[in-house]
């Protein structure tokens, strides 16, 4: 039970009170969700593409399959639109809000899932591919934004992540229905060789049953005791640690620490006046690297408002054009600056 009354009742509960709540109050579930439409797709995908395997899911803090677990936690905000608000309002974000997003993290956690069904990763092919699953998982990376060698699913170049990532990315895009990876990564030797190895490797397994299943459900809702509040807070002191000063000299070299003009306007309002068009005008280059684009191109805004930045010329700031060459050049900082990005 909750501080503040049943876990009926928490949805009509104002902000201050749905905080005290426990999440294992909450009583909510995958079925009846949008979880349950987005889950059966990915197992749709799996089964025609002749798979036997068949991963579980359950609500937890997170999104994360275990260690030679076959099963996918997904985080308990996506179960409900009130929960969702709440996650916005409190981070900003809803990782896996849209149908899309949510998807691209569904296919490349069932890449792991799988991976762990198999044992894909004792195989010297895997490994010469990817590199070995025992390197060292880091706290963060750096990425190279102009890299060749890795596909792109996720946000912040993820596959350059580790050796596992690199696998559950490459696996994500080639399960993704008509993603034209052999159209689209062909220019790319060493990623394309990836995808092409995944392609074997899933023909090989079609109709076979998995070596290993799993029941495990880590850290499931009904066994987190943590209040909403106190989930946020321990969720923002870890947000809180990662590059507070990201694009900052970027940002500084574009925009105005001092509000020269009375009609200057805050640097945060003209990159999200821009940011519609940006994305549009970007679906040619960015490819796989859209969503990307949209996360850098919200964070540069967040970043401007902590700041408190002016633009010095909205009719010139406010354009795609100028957004965009501002996206470049944040990348390009990422990663001459050694920037690393926290996991």
Same mark, same amino acid.
């Given at each position: 039970?909750?501080?503040?009354?049943?876990?009926?009742?928490w949805?009509?509960l104002?902000?201050?009170?749905?905080?005290e709540?426990? *999440?294992?109050? *909450?009583?909510?579930?995958?079925?009846?969700?949008?979880?349950?439409?987005r889950?059966? &797709?990915?197992?749709?995908?799996?089964?025609?593409?002749?798979?036997?395997?068949r991963?579980?899911?359950?609500?937890?803090?997170? /999104?994360?399959?275990?260690e030679? @677990?076959?099963? @996918? =936690?997904?985080?308990f905000?996506?179960?409900?639109?009130?929960?969702?608000? *709440?996650? &916005?309002?409190?981070?900003g $974000?809803?990782?896996?809000?849209k149908?899309?997003?949510?998807?691209?993290i569904?296919?490349?956690?069932v890449?792991?899932?799988l991976?762990?069904?198999?044992?894909?990763?004792?195989?010297?092919?895997?490994?010469?591919?990817?590199?070995?699953t025992?390197?060292?998982?880091?706290?963060?990376y #750096?990425?190279?934004?102009?890299?060749?060698r890795?596909?792109?699913? *996720?946000?912040y170049?993820?596959?350059?992540?580790?050796?596992?990532?690199?696998?559950?990315?490459?696996?994500a895009? /080639?399960?993704?229905?008509?993603?034209? /990876?052999r159209?689209r %990564?062909?220019?790319?030797p060493?990623?394309?060789?990836?995808?092409?190895?995944?392609?074997?490797?899933?023909?090989e397994l079609?109709?076979k049953?998995?070596?290993h299943?799993?029941r495990?459900r880590?850290d499931?809702?009904?066994?987190?005791?943590?209040?909403l509040? $106190?989930h %946020?807070?321990?969720?923002?002191r @870890?947000?809180?640690?990662?590059?507070?000063d990201?694009?900052?000299?970027?940002?500084?070299?574009?925009?105005?620490t001092?509000?020269?003009r !009375? #009609?200057?306007?805050?640097?945060w %309002?003209?990159?999200?006046?821009a940011?519609?068009?940006v994305l549009?005008?970007?679906?040619?280059? =960015?490819?796989?690297?859209?969503h990307?684009?949209?996360l850098?191109?919200?964070?540069? =805004?967040?970043?401007?408002?902590?700041?408190?930045l002016?633009?010095t010329?909205?009719?010139?700031?406010? &354009? !795609?054009?100028?957004a965009?060459?501002l =996206?470049r050049?944040?990348?390009?900082?990422?990663?001459?600056?050694?920037?690393?990005?926290?996991?």
């Amino acid at each position: 039970m909750s501080k503040t009354g049943t876990n009926r009742d928490w949805p009509e509960l104002a902000e201050e009170q749905l905080l005290e709540v426990r *999440l294992c109050d *909450l009583g909510i579930s995958i079925e009846g969700s949008v979880l349950e439409e987005r889950i059966a &797709r990915v197992r749709y995908e799996l089964a025609r593409r002749g798979l036997l395997f068949r991963p579980y899911f359950w609500l937890s803090d997170d /999104w994360f399959t275990p260690e030679d @677990v076959t099963g @996918v =936690a997904i985080p308990f905000y996506l179960a409900h639109p009130r929960l969702v608000r *709440l996650e &916005r309002k409190q981070m900003g $974000e809803v990782e896996g809000g849209k149908r899309d997003w949510c998807l691209r993290i569904l296919r490349h956690e069932v890449g792991h899932a799988l991976d762990h069904a198999f044992g894909l990763h004792r195989r010297r092919r895997w490994q010469r591919l990817f590199g070995p699953t025992s390197r060292h998982y880091p706290s963060g990376y #750096r990425p190279d934004p102009h890299s060749r060698r890795h596909v792109m699913n *996720l946000e912040y170049w993820y596959a350059q992540a580790h050796p596992d990532e690199d696998f559950a990315e490459s696996f994500a895009v /080639w399960l993704q229905p008509r993603s034209q /990876w052999r159209k689209r %990564y062909a220019p790319w030797p060493q990623a394309f060789a990836k995808l092409e190895y995944v392609d074997r490797l899933m023909t090989e397994l079609v109709g076979k049953k998995p070596s290993h299943t799993s029941r495990e459900r880590l850290d499931s809702l009904p066994r987190l005791h943590k209040t909403l509040g $106190e989930h %946020y807070d321990q969720k923002l002191r @870890v947000q809180g640690g990662e590059f507070p000063d990201y694009y900052d000299g970027v940002l500084k070299r574009a925009f105005s620490t001092v509000k020269r003009r !009375p #009609r200057m306007v805050p640097a945060w %309002y003209a990159l999200r006046r821009a940011r519609p068009f940006v994305l549009s005008k970007a679906s040619g280059w =960015a490819g796989d690297q859209r969503h990307s684009l949209d996360l850098m191109l919200r964070d540069m =805004a967040g970043r401007c408002q902590e700041l408190d930045l002016y633009a010095t010329d909205m009719r010139r700031q406010s &354009r !795609p054009q100028f957004a965009l060459s501002l =996206a470049r050049r944040a990348m390009d900082s990422l990663h001459r600056n050694h920037r690393w990005v926290q996991m």
